[in-house]
Every structure is written in structure tokens, then in C-alpha cells.
């Protein structure tokens, strides 16, 4: 008879969990390879990217540093952009170009201007910062010409570098929207880290600046986007904001899916095409050409604008603001530049009338009554009329809780008028 300890050794020995678990598993996995294979076989190859430039209508170029992304756009200088014909730009005198580049940078030759817009991987600028996207727009021959360079990776900079020197070294001078704080210093920087020579002397119209003369005063901001829509009359269609085009170029480098970046080309384009426009309207602004009508406030901002190169030319601006119906504080202001005019020419009469007028606006400002007050005093000697000046304002300023320094100011000149007017009596006396 065999014993249990026999039975237990001729049995099979039992397959451990662990094995058995793994084994299923294993299976398991086999399986949904197997399904995953047929679903894929079952599944249309997906298309490649359609390339960059088929959507934006370009061709690639070659530079002599690589392939280049080129898309070219012609207009004719009738092309209205807003209200204004691009041919207006070319109208532009030397004395206006002088007047609205800075000093010592008017371009000579409004036919060669190079306007120039870029689009950039950041807003930092920095030597991490790139163009890849630069639109330059000029004249040639009866067309106003827009040529964007675009490179599709940064490996195609030099080629981007080496198409845009030409341009420059032909270019009489550069036209830009805030070009001087941030275009084209980085686009210098780009030459330099490629060993390449920037045009330095290169003449530069920043129209920035003329912009924040004329309008800061009336505009909330002095956009290019907002003196489209204010000053051109041009409101862009399905425009991608400029805080994204960043992000979509970096979008396009990872997945090569270039339809979003037709509107980046659009936007880059209506810039240099804006650039154009509003040299135009400046153009015949201050050369007095046919325009619409300006406004009161158009007219005070062309008077700061002459008023350092040109005072009786500013001096005209502002009159003819005041007599358009200027109001506000702007008008307030005007008036004070007015006065200060007169008052340098000895025309105290008038000066004195700008002053009062300033003096009973809205508001409480010390300066018109600190310069009515100095006139009784010191021109026509007359003490108690200019103590009568000072307790008015100083009356005023109380009623419209002003400033703690004005009632210092006027307190004090009032202690030294009644000292005044109190030795007069005793000499008199």
C-alpha cells in the first residue's frame, strides 16, 4: 500500500498564481496589438503638411545662404489703404520729413524709402529674440511693391539676413511704427550675431513719435491699430492680434501646419501697407495739401508737432483749434501755449485774455493766476490788483480742494504782497 507522502509525490506540482496571471496578461497584451494592427491597416495614411508656401503664396528663393520663403505683393500707387492713396507717401516734402524724423535723420529721397515691419519669436528683444518675419515695402516704378521674407526654421536666418541687405543698403532711409525702440535695433543685433554690417547711417522716420504728438491727447493709446481705425478709417477683417503671432509661428515649427499663419502674412502685410498710408496723411497735413477736414483736436496735435521746428507755424495750428471748437482740457492747454507766445512777444493784452480765460476753466490749475498775478505785479505796478488776483484764486482753489503746494505757492505770494502794500502805505503815509 502506498503511503500519502507516495501520492503527494507522484501529483502534479500546481502552476504558481503569479505565472498564471502573467501569462494571461501576456495574452491580453497579443490581443490588442493584434486589434491595434488591424485598426491601423484599416486607417487612411494621414496627409503631409501642405507646405508654407502653397498657403501663402510664395516661392522659395535662393539667396546664396540657403532657401528663403519670398512672397510678393504688388499695388498700384492709386491702391486706397483706408482713405488715403498709397501715393500720397511719395508727395513728401524734405521740410515734412524733417520735421517728423528725428533730428539729423530726415531720409533725402521720398522714392527710395524702405518701410519695414517685423514679426518676431518675442517682445523682449535680446539676442534671443528672433525676426522671422520681416515685410519691407517701396516704390518701383508705378507700383508700391511688399515683400515678405519668412524663414521656416531658424537654421534659415542667414538666408533671411542676406535677402534683406540689399534692400537696405538701396534704401534712402527707413520708415517704421516704433521702429527705433525695438525693429531696428533687433534686426541690428541679428546682423551682428551674423557677422554681417548693418547700414548704420541708414536716414530713419519712426512714426511713432510724430503719431504721440498729434493724437496722445486725443486717442486712449497711439496704436497702429487704433490710428487705422481713427485716422485712415480702416478696420481689419479676421486680424490675429499681434500678442499671438508668436505662438502660432512656434506652433508651426512643431507641427509644420502652416494654414494659421496666412493670417500672420495678412497682418505683416496691412502693417507695411498702414505704414505707407499714414506717412501719407502726414504728408498732406502738414504740407497743407488737400485733406479731410481736420479736427479741433488734429489741429492742436499738428501745432505741438511744428512748435519746436516752426513756431509760427504751431502758433497758427493751435489759433485755428481754438477757433474749430476746441474743448476741455486740451483747449486749456493750447490757451496756456498761446499766452506763453505772447507774453515772450510783449503782447500782454492778449496774453492777459488767454491767461483769464485759462484761469476760469474748469478745474484748478495755479499757472494762469501765478502769471496774471506777476503781470499787475511787476508790468504795470499795481500791488492791490495783484493781491486781488491771488485771494481769488486762492478762494478757487479752496472751492476745488487743489493741491496742498498750490495754497503754499499762493499763501506765500500773498504774505509778500500785503507786506508790500503795507510799506506803501507807511511811505505814503
Given amino acids: ?85 498709397l501715393a500720397h507717401a511719395l508727395d513728401v516734402s524734405p521740410s515734412v520729413l524733417e520735421l517728423i524724423a528725428r533730428a539729423g535723420e530726415a531720409p533725402a529721397d521720398a522714392r527710395g524709402l524702405l518701410f519695414l515691419d517685423t514679426e518676431t519669436t518675442g517682445l523682449a528683444g535680446g539676442t534671443g529674440t528672433y ?33 534683406l541687405h540689399p534692400l537696405l543698403e ?15 535695433p533687433l534686426l541690428e543685433t541679428r546682423f551682428v550675431l551674423a557677422r554681417r554690417r548693418w547700414p548704420g547711417t541708414l536716414a530713419h522716420v519712426d512714426l511713432l513719435r ?19 481705425r481713427e485716422v485712415l478709417g480702416l478696420i481689419r477683417d479676421n486680424d490675429v492680434p499681434g500678442a499671438l503671432i508668436p505662438a502660432l509661428y512656434f506652433d508651426f515649427l512643431r507641427s509644420r501646419r502652416a494654414a494659421p499663419l496666412a493670417r500672420v502674412f495678412a497682418h505683416n502685410c496691412d502693417d507695411v501697407l498702414s505704414l505707407a498710408a499714414l506717412l501719407g496723411w502726414f504728408t498732406r497735413a502738414l504740407d497743407g495739401g488737400a485733406n479731410p ?54 503782447r500782454w493784452e492778449a496774453a492777459c485774455a488767454l491767461w483769464q480765460a485759462a484761469a476760469g476753466a474748469g478745474g484748478f490749475d495755479l499757472q494762469p493766476w501765478e502769471e496774471l498775478a506777476k503781470y499787475h505785479e511787476h508790468r504795470r505796478r499795481d500791488v492791490a490788483a495783484a493781491r486781488a488776483v491771488v485771494v481769488e484764486a486762492l478762494a478757487l482753489a479752496r472751492a476745488a480742494a487743489a493741491s496742498p503746494r498750490f495754497f503754499d505757492a499762493l499763501t506765500h505770494r500773498l504774505a509778500r504782497l500785503e507786506r508790500r502794500l503795507g510799506l506803501a502805505g507807511r511811505v505814503g503815509g
Fill in 170 to 184: 538701396g534704401a534712402s532711409g527707413l520708415v517704421t511704427f516704433n521702429g527705433a525702440g525695438f525693429d531696428v
Fill in 1 to 85: 500500500m502506498n503511503s500519502p507522502a507516495d501520492s503527494l509525490r507522484r501529483a502534479p506540482a500546481a502552476e504558481p498564481p503569479a505565472a498564471h496571471d502573467h501569462a494571461a496578461r501576456a495574452g491580453t497584451l497579443d490581443e490588442l496589438r493584434r486589434i491595434i494592427r488591424r485598426i491601423e491597416n484599416s486607417r487612411p495614411p494621414r496627409p503631409a503638411p501642405e507646405p508654407v508656401e502653397r498657403i501663402v503664396g510664395g516661392e522659395l528663393v535662393d539667396t546664396g545662404q540657403g532657401p528663403l520663403l519670398v512672397v510678393r505683393r504688388e499695388y498700384p500707387l492709386s491702391h486706397q489703404h483706408g482713405r488715403l492713396a
Fill in 131 to 163: 525676426a522671422f518675419l520681416v515685410g519691407a515695402g517701396y516704390v518701383e516704378g508705378d507700383r508700391f511693391v511688399v515683400v515678405q521674407h519668412f524663414m521656416r526654421d531658424f537654421d534659415e536666418e542667414p538666408a533671411l539676413l542676406a535677402a
Fill in 210 to 228: 510724430p503719431a504721440r504728438r498729434v493724437w496722445s491727447a486725443r486717442f486712449p493709446d497711439c496704436r497702429l491699430t487704433t490710428l487705422e
Fill in 293 to 346: 477736414p481736420l479736427g479741433a483736436g488734429e489741429l492742436a496735435g499738428l501745432g505741438r508737432l511744428w512748435e519746436r521746428a516752426d513756431p509760427e507755424r504751431g502758433v497758427a495750428c493751435y489759433r485755428q483749434a481754438l477757433a474749430a471748437g476746441l474743448e476741455g482740457l486740451d483747449a486749456h492747454r493750447v490757451r496756456l501755449r498761446l499766452a506763453l507766445w505772447e507774453k515772450h512777444r510783449a
